[in-house]
């Protein structure tokens, strides 16, 4: 049976989707896009490009769709990659069931994710695949999306805390960031020594509306761990500073290299290397 629209922001296909863990079928939500229902706000320096409500459709949040989820077993993935894995990821994900869905309902208890999908549904959707990517072969480049899922999570949960501040979401944005930080330290390590590889994701993020590539990767990197690195001691804080300030120098690049990269995140990262900067000077002052 066809499934038809619900609300005016986002629609279910018409494909039938299988899901290859359960065999449950279902329908994917997608955004409408057009007529006003996007307004673009300010990027921040997180790379992220957040959208103004408007008077006709209310809040949107692009966010909540890239992640296909598996009603049933709670199996999730970025669109393209859903479909893809087999054999032993199959069965370890399977496996994973049942561990998935009590963690992620330790934090939300009613999810619905046949029915358009809320903001809780949205930031789930994103701890799902983190969790899920973890049972994927090295040629998917798990380890990246694991960082974009965390990373998205943790702007999901501020938002979440904004709306609900007694509710402990933003210390749950900030274990995400922390996890996001991990994740994209491993991908750039792997990407380098064969590992894993960056090059092969088609979009990198970190939002929808630009993809910033690897350079964006370094930038996200150092900025996690700038503001979410270990802050309590102060030779272990220098050392982690001073490898965030190499990594973000990379962007900087060279004649014509430099001059293709996209203007924004140029004088995003050479802001990020002076702050950097500034904080290991006054460490080393204080020690």
Known sequence: MENTTVNSISFFSKETLTCPVCKAKFHREDIRTGRGRLIAGDLT???????????????????FYPVTVCPECYYAAFQADFLEISGNSIS???TNKKNRIEKVETIFKQLDFREPRKLTEGTASYYLAMMCYDHFPNEFSPVIKQGLSSYRAAWLFMDL??????ENYDYLARLFYRKAAFFYSLSIEYDSDGTESLTEVASL?????????YDGVLYVSALLEYYYGQDTDDEKRIKSLERARTTVS????MGKASKDKPEVLLSKAKELHSSIGDEIKRRTKDE
């Open 161 to 166: 805390h904004g709306k609900y501040p007694d």
């Open 45 to 63: 320096d997180e790379l992220r490009r957040p959208y103004q409500p408007s008077k006709k459709y209310g809040e949107v949040y692009p966010l």
């Open 205 to 213: 993020g970190p939002d929808l509306d630009k993809n910033y590539g």
């Open 250 to 253: 990379r962007i900087f690049g």
């Open 92 to 94: 370890s994900i399977d």
